[in-house]
C-alpha cells in the first residue's frame, strides 16, 4: 500500500506539467507568430483594417492547427501506451519465465538479493493486471495518460493561442496607422513575452532573467525579421 501512495504525488505533478508545458507552447507561439505577421503587413501597408484581418484570421487558423496537434500527439501518446500494454500482457502470458526473469533484473538493480528477487517476483506475477502496470512503469518507464488527455491538450494549446495572438493585435484596434499600431504592439509584446519568459522560468525552474530573455529575443527576433523582409519586398 505505501509503494502505492508514493507514487501517487508524482503522478499528480506529472499531469499538471503536461498541462503548463501545453499552456507554454501555446501561449509563446501566439505571442510571437501573429506579432510577426502584424509586423510584417506593417511594413508593407498603412491599413489597420488589412493588419487586424490578417491578424484574426492566423490567430484563427493558428489556434486550430496547434489545437489539433495537441490532440493527435495526445493521442498518439495514449494509443502507444494502450499498445505497449497488450504487448506486456501478451508476454507475461506467453514468455512467463522471460517477464520474471525481467521482474527479477529490476529489483536487481535496487540491490535486492536473488532469493528475494525470485520471491517477489513469483509473488507479483499472481496478479497479472498489477505485475503488468509495474512492468510498463518501471521496466518501459511509461505513466499511464489520462483518457482526456488529449482534449485537455488540444483545448489548453488552442485558448492560449489565441490569448497571445490577441495581445500584439490589440495594438492596432485603437490607431489608424500601422506605424503607430507596430510601436505599442512592439511595446505590449516585448512587455508580455518578458512577462510570460518569467513566469515560464518559474514554472520550469529555470534562471528567471535568462529564460525571461531568450523568450523576449526570440519574438523580438521573429518580428524584426518579418518587417525587414515585407519592407524588402515592398
Not at 179 to 196: A, E, K, M, P, R
Request: proline share 3%; charged share 25%; hydrophobic share 45%.
Amino acid at each position: 500500500m505505501n509503494t502505492h501512495h508514493h507514487h501517487h504525488g508524482p503522478e499528480e505533478h506529472f499531469q499538471s506539467s503536461e498541462k503548463v508545458r501545453d499552456f507554454v507552447i501555446g501561449m509563446s507561439d501566439g505571442l510571437t507568430v501573429p506579432f510577426a505577421l502584424a509586423a510584417g503587413l506593417s511594413g508593407a501597408v498603412d491599413s489597420t483594417d488589412i493588419v487586424i484581418t490578417a491578424g484574426l484570421a492566423e490567430i484563427a487558423a493558428g489556434s486550430i492547427a496547434m489545437g489539433l496537434g495537441g490532440y493527435l500527439a495526445g493521442r498518439t501518446e495514449i494509443e502507444h501506451y494502450d499498445s505497449e500494454e497488450r504487448r506486456e500482457y501478451d508476454e507475461v502470458e506467453n514468455k512467463f519465465e522471460v517477464e520474471i526473469q525481467e521482474t527479477k533484473d529490476i529489483f536487481k538493480d535496487y540491490g535486492i538479493s536473488e532469493e528475494l528477487q525470485d520471491r517477489i517476483a513469483r509473488e507479483m506475477s499472481k496478479n497479472p493486471k498489477k505485475w503488468v502496470d509495474f512492468m510498463m512503469r518501471f521496466e518501459l518507464g511509461l505513466e499511464r495518460p489520462d483518457k482526456n488527455r488529449a482534449h485537455q491538450s488540444a483545448f489548453i494549446i488552442g485558448i492560449s493561442y489565441i490569448i497571445g495572438g490577441l495581445i500584439p493585435l490589440s495594438a492596432y484596434f485603437f490607431t489608424e496607422s500601422t506605424q503607430t499600431g507596430l510601436i505599442n504592439s512592439s511595446i505590449i509584446t516585448l512587455i508580455c513575452l518578458v512577462v510570460f519568459g518569467l513566469v515560464k522560468s518559474k514554472l520550469t525552474g529555470q534562471p528567471l532573467f535568462k529564460g525571461a530573455m531568450r523568450v523576449a529575443l526570440v519574438g523580438a527576433a521573429a518580428a524584426a525579421a518579418a518587417f525587414g523582409i515585407a519592407k524588402l519586398l515592398v
